[in-house]
């Protein structure tokens, strides 16, 4: 793989493709033809995400300015939103191809209908991976996948997409850093590292608070559910029937409603907040590794680097912990039509506290891997 080869990572789940037969698989290939017949110049693409290839030329490409030709294309169903690794890779690339103003690297195909990238969106919890991928042109591949392999159809779209991929490489500007800008919108001059260093610094203990008041919203959400099943087992013991456990069921209910507005209101502010900070932060880490930068920045980002490893650390411990319990509640979204749409609300507030974590742990990756002349920051 040459410097200016460009690479293709074709993220899918396994289990589509052996749905399909295969189709997904055969679909990166017939690309990859196409694209070498259109440009003279191959495009590699890494399909296992089990070999060790797979996490290495991710990392080196991202972390360098192979980004420029190296495209991330998700192939989007249903079952790609609940696996949490596609979810990683999508908000991952995504941060690194807009720090470098680079978004249309980043080129979703929409294979299986999902419905929130649809009209029918309103009638489905806000899915923050689902609102990265709709603000990329997808390819809609809904109705082709249907097609025969070999029809002019088909073979019509896969020319097309692969003539899409050249044209974005040659048409494609300069990758340019994006700046942060700063937190203190009120400043007229533009803040310099250390200042930007600074005002990061002093809003990383406001994220962690956001976590802990998620966390105590949920603890009370807890509670109330195991109010309910206690109230359950004493209407049934009493012959309540069905009955008792639907007046319980409306209780719950009401008892939620505020708790589980807390929650959804907290998880979209955690996510929106670092997702917006997210290019700009990669920049600053990428910008803390020149070699030219002056003591005093190096010492500044030696302090933060610090800061966002505590981070990572402790919301890791917090977000293991709501994961377990949105599994738990897994059963409980199909239990009760009138529980179902607050229960899916918390699954979707937890899930937006689990992307974030993926945001925290790119920055810890990235910032141990500047070497800073010393080890302050490990």
Wanted: with cysteine; aromatic share 8%.
């Amino acid at each position: 793989m040459t410097n200016a080869q460009p690479v293709g990572f074709w993220s899918y789940t396994h289990r589509d493709d052996h749905l399909d037969g295969g189709r997904i698989v055969r679909l990166s290939e017939r690309i990859a033809n196409a694209f070498e017949i259109i440009t003279g110049e191959p495009l590699e693409i890494f399909l296992d995400k089990k070999a060790i290839e797979w996490g290495d030329a991710w990392r080196m490409r991202l972390d360098s300015a192979l980004t420029g030709t190296t495209f991330l294309i998700p192939i989007v169903t249903p079952k790609f939103l609940m696996s949490q690794e596609c979810r990683r890779e999508v908000i991952t690339f995504a941060g690194h191809a807009a720090s470098l103003g680079l978004d249309e690297l980043l080129l979703p195909i929409h294979y299986v209908n999902v419905p929130q990238l649809t009209q029918d969106a309103e009638e489905h919890p806000a899915d923050e991976v689902v609102e990265l991928i709709s603000r990329r042109q997808w390819v809609d591949w809904r109705e082709l996948r249907l097609e025969d392999e070999d029809s002019p159809a088909y073979r019509k779209a896969v020319h097309d997409l692969a003539r899409r991929l050249a044209d974005i490489i040659n048409t494609a500007p300069p990758a340019l850093p994006i700046e942060l800008a700063p937190l203190n919108q009120a400043e007229e001059e533009p803040p310099g590292f250390i200042e930007i260093m600074a005002e990061m610094e002093e809003a990383l203990p406001a994220w962690y608070e956001t976590v802990q008041q998620f966390s105590e919203s949920i603890a009370s959400i807890g509670e109330e559910s195991s109010w309910a099943a206690a109230e359950f087992a004493a209407s049934d013991a009493r012959g309540g029937g069905f009955a008792g456990r639907m007046r319980v069921t409306e209780e719950l209910a009401t008892r939620l409603a505020e708790p589980v507005e807390k929650v959804d209101a907290l998880g979209s502010k955690y996510w929106s907040e670092l997702a917006a900070i997210d290019p700009g932060v990669i920049g600053i880490i990428r910008r803390a590794s020149e070699e030219d930068i002056s003591p005093e920045d190096r010492e500044a980002a030696r302090v933060f680097f610090k800061e966002i490893k505590e981070l990572a650390g402790i919301t890791a411990t917090t977000t293991s912990q709501l994961q377990e319990f949105s599994n738990s509640i897994e059963g409980a979204t199909q239990g009760s039509r009138r529980l179902r749409p607050q229960f899916r609300s918390i699954q979707a507030a937890v899930q937006k506290v689990i992307d974030s974590q993926t945001i925290i742990n790119e920055w810890s990756r990235m910032a141990d891997d500047v070497d800073l002349g010393g080890d302050d920051h490990q």
